[in-house]
């Protein structure tokens, strides 16, 4: 169990990629904070399916893009497990709509969750990684920060912003025995795919070398690789997760 004694908060675990993200960690024996924002059902469901293989895990609510929230949520989990050790920085929205069409609040909501969110987390829990001289932080791009996308500048615009950020705070705090490293995915099967036309998606599987949408386990697999120890010498790089569609 490479992640004994540890304790994971994935922001956004209740749901899709954040959800297997939590699961895996919790395999390799960390102890689990399952942030959702609306979700509460599902978020009680992963803390139960976690607590059902013999794990520890709790829910917490926050709205991340909301500074005083997530203030309020760390301070619970760090009352509840007095640390925390590995950060998955995984909640995100969308607002898809061509640049012509959007506005000024679909592109300010993208940026509020997908960049601020990352930043009140981290602001929050950095210091005390660096006390404790290890950390881990994930980052959870998109394969859009690296091709662009139709309808989604403002998204492309958030997840370019989470590498730039990534390869920044990798080098602020590799002396501090902190990692940082972003997982870009391709197109995986999440509710959030759910909401994009079947033709789009049907042209994604044609578009994409092993031809089909990836499952969320097979991201959180790679998260748990950079959350373990076995990936000591790794900062401040873009891990891509997409079947081939972008090399
Ligand atoms: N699916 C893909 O193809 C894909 C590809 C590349 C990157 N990504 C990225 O991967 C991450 C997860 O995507 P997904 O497809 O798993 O999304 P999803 O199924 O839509 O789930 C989103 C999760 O984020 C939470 N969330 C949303 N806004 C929040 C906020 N303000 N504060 C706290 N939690 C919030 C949701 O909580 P509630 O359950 O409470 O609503 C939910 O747990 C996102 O950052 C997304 O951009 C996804």
Same mark, same amino acid.
């Given at each position: 169990m490479d992640l004994e004694g540890k304790v994971s908060l994935v922001t956004?675990?209740?749901?899709g990629i954040g959800r297997a993200c939590c699961g895996s960690l919790a395999d390799g024996g960390s102890a689990i904070a399952v942030n959702y924002q609306r979700n509460k059902d599902a978020a009680a469901e992963v803390v139960a399916e976690l607590k059902a293989k013999g794990g520890r895990a709790r829910a917490f609510q926050a709205d991340i893009s909301d500074e005083a929230q997530t203030n309020i949520m760390i301070e619970q989990i760090m009352s509840e497990f007095?640390?925390?050790?590995v950060v998955v920085n995984n909640a995100g929205i969308t607002r898809d709509r061509s640049f012509l069409k959007m506005t000024r609040d679909q592109w300010h909501s993208v940026l509020l969750v997908n960049l601020d969110g990352p930043f009140n987390v981290i602001s929050a829990l950095l210091p005390q990684m660096c006390d404790r001289k290890w950390g881990r932080i994930i980052n959870i791009s998109s394969i859009v920060a690296q091709m662009g996308n139709f309808g989604q500048a403002n998204y492309a615009v958030a997840k370019g912003g989470m590498i730039a950020f990534t390869k920044s705070l990798a080098r602020e705090v590799a002396l501090k025995g902190v990692t940082v490293n972003a997982v870009a995915p391709g197109f995986i099967e999440t509710d959030m795919t759910a909401a994009v036309p079947k033709e789009s998606l049907d042209m994604v599987r044609k578009m994409t070398p092993m031809g089909r949408l990836g499952k969320p386990e097979e991201v959180g697999r790679a998260v748990r690789f950079l959350a %373990?120890?076995? %990936?000591?010498?790794?900062?401040g790089q873009v891990i891509n997760i997409n079947g081939g569609l972008y090399m």
């Amino acid at each position: 169990m490479d992640l004994e004694g540890k304790v994971s908060l994935v922001t956004g675990g209740s749901r899709g990629i954040g959800r297997a993200c939590c699961g895996s960690l919790a395999d390799g024996g960390s102890a689990i904070a399952v942030n959702y924002q609306r979700n509460k059902d599902a978020a009680a469901e992963v803390v139960a399916e976690l607590k059902a293989k013999g794990g520890r895990a709790r829910a917490f609510q926050a709205d991340i893009s909301d500074e005083a929230q997530t203030n309020i949520m760390i301070e619970q989990i760090m009352s509840e497990f007095g640390q925390v050790d590995v950060v998955v920085n995984n909640a995100g929205i969308t607002r898809d709509r061509s640049f012509l069409k959007m506005t000024r609040d679909q592109w300010h909501s993208v940026l509020l969750v997908n960049l601020d969110g990352p930043f009140n987390v981290i602001s929050a829990l950095l210091p005390q990684m660096c006390d404790r001289k290890w950390g881990r932080i994930i980052n959870i791009s998109s394969i859009v920060a690296q091709m662009g996308n139709f309808g989604q500048a403002n998204y492309a615009v958030a997840k370019g912003g989470m590498i730039a950020f990534t390869k920044s705070l990798a080098r602020e705090v590799a002396l501090k025995g902190v990692t940082v490293n972003a997982v870009a995915p391709g197109f995986i099967e999440t509710d959030m795919t759910a909401a994009v036309p079947k033709e789009s998606l049907d042209m994604v599987r044609k578009m994409t070398p092993m031809g089909r949408l990836g499952k969320p386990e097979e991201v959180g697999r790679a998260v748990r690789f950079l959350a %373990a120890p076995e %990936a000591s010498f790794i900062t401040g790089q873009v891990i891509n997760i997409n079947g081939g569609l972008y090399m």
